[in-house]
């Protein structure tokens, strides 16, 4: 924290991104004020939090528009210093073009390589555009100073740097990618792949999650885009104007604040054994995320069914508890995920009848702390992704051991894999693979689980969230200072 204070002294900070921090629902009783189920907010919130300034986001999940004022803002003052939330109302027909057709029927499944079919049209183009013009013109609009820090947070918007350096020139634009980027074959199938790259060059920075994805991007660049490109420095000059590539690893706040109000690891399972009423000696595994076909959840339900039907001695001792938020439900690709996904969880409680239901499939949101009394509460944790840019709830479930038990069951497909190397490694591909892991973390004496389980805290611990940042504004300032130097600003 103490960083990102010291870094960029006076410097405004604005934030871009689609997702909301809090979500306002005006109910008979009173506000209800909502977190959203997004990696992006858990870890920019403790950020803009830190740091103060200004969050601009589309006011999705918010249907009370008494909560913001007559410019849509509102002051995020639950802890100082506080930040100031501009919302950008978007309509339906730009909603389903910008977010979920460009956004979400395009670029996620380009990105994430999980064989659906990326859609490509005209008008989700076009409407994605005037979007991205829209939140660079309340960048603008906001900023009180000519050279601001704007963070400008994913997929959804890599038009606005360009847009937004063409009317601010001198400010300071970091771009963070928070999904996989693919390989120059792949991005390629995008018909607007040259305007997608152009526009995220108007970055000062453009980071990734890994140095792989970096390398991927520059290759995209090489391939599409006419410019110059130091490899050895990573930097890629287009019009006059230099822009770094850079790996900086998401992270999670550490210690996460919700952890102070859960009561200590024991307590949470006697919560959780009587919330879903489990036979005592049962073995919990768990699973928490959006309801997305990228995350594995088919897969993984799976391989609980290939352990249980391979080694009979499981059967009632083990039960999975799946929590999956819906997200995007507009989309057949992911309507259809949560059907197949229900259908699959009653078929497998349907094949072993007379025992505790090995399957409990929550589809619904659940606020941080329900999420981390249920982390505390389980045996093993599985994070299944077919691909994921980092992946926080990895992270998560190791920052809420603090009594250094329980045992986390990763994909080697997600960016988390390349730092938590002593969790059980997976191809959520492999259902047999996957279904000895389980046993294996099941099994897993205490002692080797504590050995595990320490090595990743102390990971997380000392990679965390204020690093990430603090390594993205370091740069940031470094750049700032060369270009006054050089005389370039
Ligand atoms: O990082 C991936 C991401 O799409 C974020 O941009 C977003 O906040 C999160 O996942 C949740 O997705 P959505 O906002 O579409 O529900």
């Not at 009423?277 to 391989?303: N, P, S």
């Not at 007379?354 to 944790?381: D, K, T, W």
């Amino acid at each position: 924290q103490e960083v990102l204070h010291g870094v960029l002294p006076g410097a405004e900070v604005l934030v871009v991104s689609n997702r909301e921090p809090y979500i306002h629902n005006a109910m008979e009783a009173g506000r209800v004020v909502q977190r959203p189920a997004s990696g992006l907010v858990s870890a920019l919130e403790p950020i803009m939090r830190a740091c103060g300034g200004t969050w601009i986001a589309h006011g999705s999940g918010s249907a009370d528009r008494e909560a913001v004022d007559e410019n849509d803002r509102i002051r995020v003052s639950e802890v100082a210093p506080a930040y100031t939330l501009r919302r950008i109302w978007i309509s339906e027909e730009e909603q389903d073009g910008y977010y979920y057709g460009f956004a979400n029927e395009g670029l996620w499944p380009l990105c994430h390589i999980v064989f659906v079919r990326p859609t490509f049209r005209l008008t989700d183009w076009q409407m994605y555009r005037q979007i991205n013009q829209r939140f660079a013109d309340a960048v603008v609009a906001e900023a009180h100073t000519e050279d601001p820090v704007v963070l400008v947070q994913d997929y959804h918007f890599a038009l606005a740097p360009r847009m937004i350096r063409e009317r601010l020139p001198k400010a300071t634009i970091i771009t963070f990618w928070h999904i996989p980027w693919p390989n120059a074959e792949t991005f390629g199938i995008c018909p607007w792949r040259a305007e997608i790259i152009e526009g995220m060059l108007g970055s000062t920075i453009v980071g990734f999650h890994t140095q792989f994805h970096c390398n991927n991007f520059i290759e995209g660049v090489d391939r599409f885009v006419e410019s110059r490109i130091d490899r050895e420095v990573q930097t890629v000059s287009l019009g006059g104007h230099e822009t770094r590539v850079r790996a900086y690893p998401i992270s999670i706040e550490w210690p996460p604040s919700e952890l102070e109000k859960l009561p200590p690891p024991a307590h949470c399972r006697s919560d959780v054994v009587a919330q879903f009423g489990l036979a005592e000696g049962t073995r919990l595994i768990v699973g928490v995320e959006r309801f997305d076909y990228t995350k594995g959840i088919l897969d993984r339900m799976r391989a609980v069914d290939a352990l249980l039907s391979r080694n009979l001695a499981w059967r009632d001792r083990l039960v999975f508890v799946q929590v999956a938020a819906p997200t995007r439900s507009k989309l057949s690709s992911y309507s259809k995920l949560q059907a197949e996904a229900e259908e699959l969880a009653a078929e497998i409680n349907g094949s072993y009848p007379g025992r505790q239901p090995v399957i409990h499939l929550i589809a619904r949101h659940y606020e941080p702390a329900e999420v981390f009394r249920l982390f505390r509460a389980a045996n093993a944790c599985v994070v299944s992704s077919l691909h994921d840019g980092m992946n926080l709830v990895a992270k998560e479930f190791v920052s809420s051991r603090e009594d250094n038990a329980g045992v986390l069951i990763l994909s080697s497909f997600t960016g988390a894999s390349r730092e938590l190397s002593e969790a059980l490694i997976v191809n959520p591909y492999d259902t047999e693979e996957m279904a000895s892991a389980i046993e294996l973390a099941l099994t897993m004496p205490i002692q080797e689980q504590a050995e595990r389980m320490k090595l990743m805290r102390q990971q997380v611990k000392e990679h965390n969230v204020y690093r990430w940042a603090g390594a993205m504004l370091v740069d940031a300032a470094r750049s700032r200072t060369r270009e006054r130097v050089l005389g370039l600003a």
